[in-house]
């Protein structure tokens, strides 16, 4: 119980604690303590609202709170110093007396301070770290820079699974390396040099397995989806064009193999890939290995000869096709095409799928702030004032707020979406027919069907009846080179004339 404490001895009359430097701190760390109190009362009353007070109350008055008792300390440190040098004896020890009562109330006290102080901190410390990792943190305050991503990422499926679900996940050692890697965003955030737009895919994001498997595991992948996507042709009468389809994602049966899209994260098979670009788009190489016997095929691109750096090869997992699970920017042609199909811009406007688009495209758009004006401008123009005109604008321009950010330079043009092969390469990107084995095996790509089959298509009455056994995909925009691969002519606007 030698433990030296504060408390002032009680034969020198000067404490160590009474000076100039201690007193600021002291005041500091009061003023801090009592805004802390006063912020977290605000916070009770007012809710979560306001992202900034969140920043306030757990990080900038902790700070302050504790920088003012460092100062304390620091003072009394100084102060102490400066006693041993001058003092003309040299004053005595600290030295703990439990009888002596003056210092007993003192070593109350302290223990009383020390205590509440740790609970106090315990409190901040629990609600700092969950505010930091707050969807309100990352997609509001801090991270101001990814605006793009937090617009999507409200409209889509993942919208009630928080930011640092899939950015960071559980464990410490994530954790840090999030943190750290922030505090270097942090920096280039208040420089104002963050890369326009973000770059993707993300170099660092933790494996699939331990995020995107923690809700979605490969065992419960069963069966195949039912999907329609619903088109308008750019034409003046603006004709629905549907196409409903069994997507073969898993034709497994519980216990049984993978079979089918997911075949790809089947624990019987590993595929790496190697790619020449940066996003991941130009694929050259692949291996897929059987973790059962080992046997391993090699598919290359003609073009390649070499061998992968080692490095570089990745090993295929649910974010190589669902790359945009949260902030998807779809096409200006998709969105415009599905406010149609639910009504919103009026469809008896005569080319208005064609007109809407390009209304959004117009290279003369700059800013988000223009965009309204110019948008609006370019409708009115063609439009005049026919009927129901007001409510397609508004959409158009909501549309345009929510899928396109210009002073990012952020939408679909820089964000791919690998899951389809419509307006990116996305699957094709393997299956082209083109990677090729020693023995001149390929992925299939031209057999339509080994991924999915078409039940309906055509214009609405087309759609009634369906054929089970598939039928042959009816290309609206009429016959093409069977070389071409759909994304060397659909880029997200409009096709053609
Ligand atoms: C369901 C999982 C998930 C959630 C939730 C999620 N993200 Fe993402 N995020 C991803 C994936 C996957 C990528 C792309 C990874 C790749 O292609 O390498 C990504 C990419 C990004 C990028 C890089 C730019 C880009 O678009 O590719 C940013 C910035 C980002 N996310 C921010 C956020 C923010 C902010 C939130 C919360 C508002 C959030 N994310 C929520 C999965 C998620
Ligand atoms: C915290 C849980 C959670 C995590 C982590 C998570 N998801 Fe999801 N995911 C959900 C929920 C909830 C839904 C919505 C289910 C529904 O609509 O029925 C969903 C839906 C989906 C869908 C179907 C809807 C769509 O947008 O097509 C896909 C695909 C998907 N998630 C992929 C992923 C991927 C890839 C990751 C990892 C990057 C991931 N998820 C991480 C909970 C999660
Ligand atoms: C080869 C590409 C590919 C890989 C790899 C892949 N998926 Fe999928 N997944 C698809 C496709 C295609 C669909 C069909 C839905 C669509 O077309 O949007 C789908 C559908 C889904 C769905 C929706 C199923 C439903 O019933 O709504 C979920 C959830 C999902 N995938 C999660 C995952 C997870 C988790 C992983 C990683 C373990 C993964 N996927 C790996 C291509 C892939
Ligand atoms: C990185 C390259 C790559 C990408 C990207 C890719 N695949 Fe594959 N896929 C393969 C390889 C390799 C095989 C196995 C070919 C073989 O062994 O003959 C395969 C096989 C398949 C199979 C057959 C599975 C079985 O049961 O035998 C389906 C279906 C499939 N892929 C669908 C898709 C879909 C849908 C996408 C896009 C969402 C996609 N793939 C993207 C490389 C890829
Ligand atoms: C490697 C698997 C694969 C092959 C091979 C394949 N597709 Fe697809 N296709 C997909 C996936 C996955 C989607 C779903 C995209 C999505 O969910 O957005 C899709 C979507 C489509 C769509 C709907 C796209 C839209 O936006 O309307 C059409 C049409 C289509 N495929 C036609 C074809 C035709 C024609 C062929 C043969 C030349 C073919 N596909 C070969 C995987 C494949
Ligand atoms: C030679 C260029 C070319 C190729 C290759 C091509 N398309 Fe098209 N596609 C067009 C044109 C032109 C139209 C008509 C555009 C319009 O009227 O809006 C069209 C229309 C469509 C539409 C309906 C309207 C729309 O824009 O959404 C779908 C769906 C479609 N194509 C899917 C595909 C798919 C899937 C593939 C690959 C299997 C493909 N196309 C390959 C040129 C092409």
Not at 110 to 130: E, P
Not at 363 to 373: D, G, L, M, W
Not at 409 to 423: E, F, T
Request: aromatic share 10%.
């Amino acid at each position: 119980m030698s433990e030296p404490t504060p408390p002032t001895p009680p034969a020198p009359p000067r404490s160590a604690f009474n000076n100039w430097i201690s007193a600021i701190g002291a005041v500091l760390a009061v003023g801090a303590l009592f805004s802390f109190a006063l912020l977290v009362a605000m916070s009770f009353i007012q809710g979560d609202k306001n992202p900034y007070l969140g920043i306030l109350t757990y990080i900038v008055a902790p700070a302050f709170l504790i920088g003012g008792l460092l100062i304390v300390v620091f003072g009394a440190w100084l102060q102490r110093r400066y006693a041993l040098k001058h003092a003309a004896s040299r004053p005595d020890r600290w030295q703990l007396d439990l009888h002596n009562p003056r210092q007993r109330r003192h070593l109350i006290m302290l223990a009383g301070g020390t205590c509440m102080f740790l609970l106090l901190s315990a409190f901040g410390s629990y609600q700092t770290y969950h505010y930091a990792e707050s969807v309100q943190f990352c997609g509001e305050v801090c991270h101001q820079a990814m605006k793009p991503e937090h617009v999507t990422y409200q409209r889509g499926s993942h919208s009630r699974v928080s930011c640092v679900e899939c950015h960071i996940g559980s464990g410490v050692e994530w954790f840090f390396k999030a943190k750290i890697n922030g505090a270097h965003q942090l920096v280039a955030y208040a420089l104002d040099n963050y890369e326009r737009p973000i770059a993707t895919p993300v170099k660092n994001l933790r494996p699939a397995r331990d995020i995107c498997e923690q809700c979605h595991w490969p065992e419960k992948f069963l069966g195949n989806l039912d999907v329609t996507f619903e088109h308008f042709m750019s034409d003046k009468k603006n004709t629905p064009y549907s196409v409903r389809m069994l997507m073969k994602v898993n034709s497994g049966r519980p216990g049984a193999p993978m079979g089918g899209i997911h075949w790809h994260v089947s624990p019987e098979n590993k595929v790496e890939y190697y790619a020449i670009d940066d996003k991941r788009q130009d694929i050259v190489w692949m291996r897929v290995t059987n973790t059962k016997d080992g046997s391993e095929k090699i598919f290359r691109n003609e073009e390649f000869k070499g061998e992968p750096p080692v490095a570089l090869v990745r090993t295929m997992d649910c974010v190589d096709c669902h790359n945009r699970p949260a902030h998807v920017f779809p096409t200006a042609n998709d969105s415009v095409e599905q406010a149609m199909a639910l009504g919103r811009i009026n469809t008896t406007l005569p080319n208005i799928k064609r007109y809407a688009v390009q209304a959004m495209l117009q290279k003369e758009i700059t800013t988000s702030a223009e965009a309204p004006t110019k948008i609006a401008d370019y409708l009115r123009n063609r439009y005049k004032d026919a009927a129901g005109l007001q409510e397609t604008i508004t959409e158009v321009q909501r549309i345009y707020a929510e899928t396109i950010f210009p002073e990012r330079k952020a939408d679909w043009r820089v964000y791919p979406n690998n899951i389809g092969h419509k307006d990116w390469p996305g699957c094709f990107r393997c299956h082209d027919d083109k990677h090729k084995t020693a023995a001149g095996e390929t992925v299939r790509a031209s057999d339509c069907s080994s991924c999915h089959v078409i039940l309906a298509q055509g214009k609405t009455e087309e759609l009634a009846t369906l054929t089970s056994s598939g039928l042959e995909f009816k290309h609206p925009g009429g016959s093409y080179d069977e070389e071409l691969r759909c994304a060397d002519c659909h880029n997200g606007g409009i096709q053609g004339k």
